[in-house]
């Protein structure tokens, strides 16, 4: 049962989520993928043409998952009903998701925070969600072309991209400018940012597909153009300001971005600089000798965010592989390190009825699957399967689709 929940645990967690730096981030911008591994995508491209039998449930599984995503409709940030403030439909556009009317108030103006309770409202406005679903069909679309090199996955992932970024009548604007806001108290601000953090997963795909004919020949120039243009509002605009200032989860997400459009882009100086900064700016401020996540214990939803933000904390490690900073070892002054939160957090994944701090919302062990197959490679192989083991029993549960969309 051990190799057969490693095997598990490989499959999904090489192809979706690698930590094998086997293939190292070009300074030039040579565009590879930043959490991809090629070599390891090839196995299965030859597994899945000659039906291995050790694979082929799994890879057959993911493979019928995906043909669902052939008739997806297109998304755009066209498709919401609201015009932000701008008066252009093409800015993306969010409500803050814990922010209520206030009820003592005729027009419950200015809106009130309650932190970890979303407001329904949050799920009118279409964008983030739109967003969220473009990213996870493309991801998965991509990877199913790689894999079996049908060209109906490659088709549908670039028309996928092209109406929300490319396309002029139907592309998003390469700004966050009312991401987030405040009904009463402002139009957008700076936290909105995290809700494109998981744009890596497009970058990747984009290196999938450039080898098909379905990604036209303009739409690569295309496609960089609004990618710079994204990383220059983000770095230069006041809310991007504020948001790398943010000590919790959102500096350390808004560095994950950062980061992985600067080595896309080919800038290898500047992804150095901002992941040498987290050492100090994010490690040493976020993490406790212990373990403890302060900042992030301190929510409503202390399980859900303290583990949120170990993920960013993982991402950053690999994209440090990538350009040369080893973040996996890095210890604070303290002796607070990456590992140590994982460490830390693991004992409760085993028995959640331990933790001791406010979760308002269901915890989910699960969130540490894709965290325990880094820590293997990265920390201690023996030791973090032993924690495989203690966490997921049953192997039979870790199909490849619930590995896609764990990140």
């Given amino acids: 049962m051990v190799n057969t929940i490693r095997s598990v645990f490989f499959i999904g967690g090489m192809i979706i989520l690698s930590f094998n730096p086997s293939h190292l981030y070009s300074q030039s911008g040579s565009h590879k993928p930043i959490f991809l591994d090629l070599v390891q995508i090839e196995k299965y491209q030859t597994a899945f043409t000659k039906q291995s039998p050790d694979t082929k449930a799994l890879l057959d599984e993911f493979i019928r998952n995906t043909d669902s995503l052939l008739t997806m409709k297109p998304l755009s940030v066209m498709d919401k009903e609201q ?3 701008s008066g252009d439909k093409h800015d993306f556009m969010s409500m803050g998701p ?4 206030d009820s003592t108030k005729s027009d419950g103006l200015p809106y009130i925070r309650k932190d970890g309770q979303r407001n329904p409202e949050y799920y009118t406005i279409s964008d983030q969600l739109f967003f969220g679903n473009i990213v996870q069909a493309v991801e998965k679309l991509s990877i199913a072309y790689a894999i079996s090199k049908d060209t109906r996955y490659s088709a549908k992932a670039s028309e996928l991209i092209r109406v929300w970024f490319v396309d002029e009548k139907t592309r998003m604007n390469p700004n966050m400018n009312h991401a987030q806001f405040i009904p009463g108290i402002n139009t957008g601000r700076g936290i909105g940012i995290i809700e494109t953090r998981y744009i890596f997963k497009i970058l ?7 080898s098909s004919r379905e990604w036209k ?3 690569p120039e295309k496609m960089t153009n609004w990618i710079t243009a994204y990383f220059q509002w983000l770095t230069t605009h006041p ?8 000590k919790n989860n959102h500096g350390t997400w808004y560095d994950v971005q950062t980061v992985s459009l600067a080595l896309y882009l080919g800038k290898k100086d500047y992804a150095i600089r901002i992941l ?3 050492k100090t700016k994010r490690i040493a401020v976020q993490i406790e000798a212990d373990g403890k996540q302060p900042l992030e214990l301190a929510r409503t939803r202390s399980w859900s965010y303290s583990t949120m933000n170990l993920t960013a904390f993982f991402h950053l490690a690999t994209l440090g592989e990538r350009a040369g900073v080893d973040l996996w070892g890095y210890k604070n002054p303290d002796g607070g390190s990456i590992r140590k939160a994982l460490d830390y957090l693991l004992p409760f994944a085993v028995n959640m009825s331990e933790w001791k701090f406010q979760q308002i919302s269901k915890i989910e062990g699960d969130a540490m699957v894709k965290l325990l197959i ?3 490679k990265n920390f201690d192989q023996k030791e973090y399967s032993n924690w495989i083991k203690k966490i997921y029993p049953d192997p039979f549960k870790l199909t490849i689709e619930k590995m896609v969309s764990i990140y």
């Fill in 239 to 246: 809310y991007g300001i504020d948001e790398s200032n943010e």
């Fill in 98 to 101: 814990y922010w209520w009317p």
């Fill in 374 to 376: 880094a820590a293997q």
């Fill in 217 to 219: 020949k303009s739409d």
């Fill in 83 to 85: 015009t932000p403030p």
């Fill in 204 to 210: 990747d795909a984009l290196c999938l597909l450039k």
């Fill in 276 to 278: 040498e900064d987290a």
